[in-house]
């Protein structure tokens, strides 16, 4: 089975660093996503990790231990259009279409 | 990029009349495309894949008679909710895969769908 955990909720100040983890256990995995989800909104894609290790891009930056099932999606400069839930998702399988399964996803807040 | 598009984004419909959602894939061919449910405060819950010219492939617990599920084209899937009931109001998202990319999946615009 796909067990993923990440914190409910954050809160952080505009323009700190915030830190979202995600743990998983999974019986296949492949690689790890990271999607921004707003109110309201479908998820956008923000990453995917298959290699351990840190992957930068801009503001945000995602890693990931295989070793240790587990991940973390680091947002800079906090602004304040960052308050989103971020999602985790783990692939079981490498090629074709496999499911996807999410987290429950992480409310964060950026307040001024 | 790859585009989504689906239709309608926000429903709402009298309980035990059937709606009917649209998902398509823009400028590229998705054989493959997922239907997903999310209740509010919850995490997207796999429904079904639904496969270009083959029947869908519905998760465990969902009804297939209920949530019909039509993918006729390479850019076009549908998801019927027959029947509905108000347990069944909920945000609707679909997502897709281009051909040949083995990740990255592009989400719709969602429906939020109220059954009164």
């Known amino acids: 089975g796909q067990n993923i955990d990440q914190p409910t909720e954050m809160t952080a100040t505009e323009g700190a660093i915030v830190q979202i983890n995600c743990t998983y256990q999974?019986?296949?995995?492949?690689?790890l996503f990271w999607y921004q989800q707003h109110a309201g909104e479908a998820p956008t894609f923000l990453s995917y990790n298959v290699l351990d290790g840190l992957e930068e891009k801009g503001r945000f930056s995602s890693f990931l231990s295989r070793s240790k099932g587990y991940s973390y999606l680091l947002l800079k400069e906090l602004q304040m259009k960052d308050s989103a839930s971020y999602l985790c998702a783990v692939s079981p399988f490498s090629g074709g279409y496999q499911k996807v399964t999410f987290g429950t996803g992480t409310k964060l807040q950026v307040i001024p | 990029g790859a585009v989504v598009s689906q239709h309608p984004s926000r429903v709402i419909c009298k309980s035990g009349t059937s709606v009917k959602i649209e998902c398509r894939s823009l400028d590229f061919q998705a054989t493959t495309m997922f239907w997903y449910r999310q209740f509010p405060k919850q995490s997207l819950m796999l429904m079904a894949t639904?496969?270009?010219?083959?029947?869908?492939?519905?998760e465990q617990g969902v009804e297939k008679d209920k949530f019909l599920i039509n993918h006729a084209s390479l850019t076009l899937s549908t998801l019927t909710v027959t029947s509905a009931h108000p347990e069944d109001s909920s945000f609707y998202i679909c997502s897709a895969i281009m051909t040949g990319q083995a990740y990255g999946y592009t989400f719709g615009s969602g429906t939020r769908l109220t059954v009164v």
């Open positions: 639904s496969n270009e010219g083959s029947k869908a492939t519905y």
């Open positions: 999974t019986s296949g995995f492949n690689g």
